[in-house]
Structure formats: structure tokens, C-alpha cells
Nanobody, 115 residues
Framework: VQFVESGGGLVQPGGSLRLSCAAS????????MAWYRQAPGQVRELVSS????????TYADPVKGRFTISRDDVKKTLYLQMNSLKPEDTAVYYC?????????WGQGTQVTVAS
């Protein structure tokens, strides 16, 4: 099992980024998936989830209305569109199953929001 996150970078407040997570080694399409993030000195937290059907999504309160999760089961890729970014969104972003049982974490992608 492998997750390869990409799309992070340095962006000014108010900017946008689109994160991608390429998954391999398991049946991506049958699992609920999620984005998580970990800021320096903080525990990893759930940002957003999407059901295996793609019909239902959830968002943490701090990102509601700004982030959009989606998935492409053919490409086995999870996406996170992030708009109106704030300095408090600065973190390393990871994807994984939305489950108490998770696979080995990938390396994540660093998102830094600063002027």
C-alpha cells in the first residue's frame, strides 16, 4: 500500500491549492477516504472525508465552505481543492482511509500559507 501526496507549496493568504493523493496497492474504490493534516507541534487531525460512492462528504469546521474533497476511482486518486487559504491551514497534509484501521501513512505534502 502506498500513498503519494502532492500539490502543496507556499501560497499567500487567500490563495488556492489543489492537493492530490495517488493511492496504490489496495482496492481504493471500496473504501471511504479522507484528508488529514498535522501542524507543527499538533496532533494529526481529520480535515475532510468522502464515502466510497463519492456521494457524501464531511468537513472539519475550520475548513467548511473553503475546501472541497473529491475522488477519481479510475485513477485511484483523492483530491482536495483548498480555497481562501489562511495561515492556520499551514500543515503537512496526508490522505488515508477514513477508518479506525488505516494504512501506512505517506510522506504528506507541505502546505504553507504566509505572506
Amino acid at each position: 500500500v502506498q500513498f503519494v501526496e502532492s500539490g502543496g507549496g507556499l501560497v499567500q493568504p487567500g490563495g488556492s491549492l489543489r492537493l492530490s493523493c495517488a493511492a496504490s496497492g489496495f482496492a481504493f474504490g471500496v473504501y471511504d477516504m479522507a484528508w488529514y493534516r498535522q501542524a507543527p507541534g499538533q496532533v494529526r487531525e481529520l480535515v475532510s472525508s468522502i464515502t466510497r460512492s463519492g456521494t457524501s462528504t464531511t468537513y472539519a469546521d475550520p475548513v467548511k465552505g473553503r475546501f472541497t474533497i473529491s475522488r477519481d476511482d479510475v485513477k485511484k486518486t483523492l483530491y482536495l481543492q483548498m480555497n481562501s487559504l489562511k495561515p492556520e491551514d499551514t500543515a503537512v497534509y496526508y490522505c488515508n482511509r477514513h477508518s479506525q484501521v488505516k494504512y501506512t501513512w505517506g510522506q504528506g505534502t507541505q502546505v504553507t500559507v504566509a505572506s
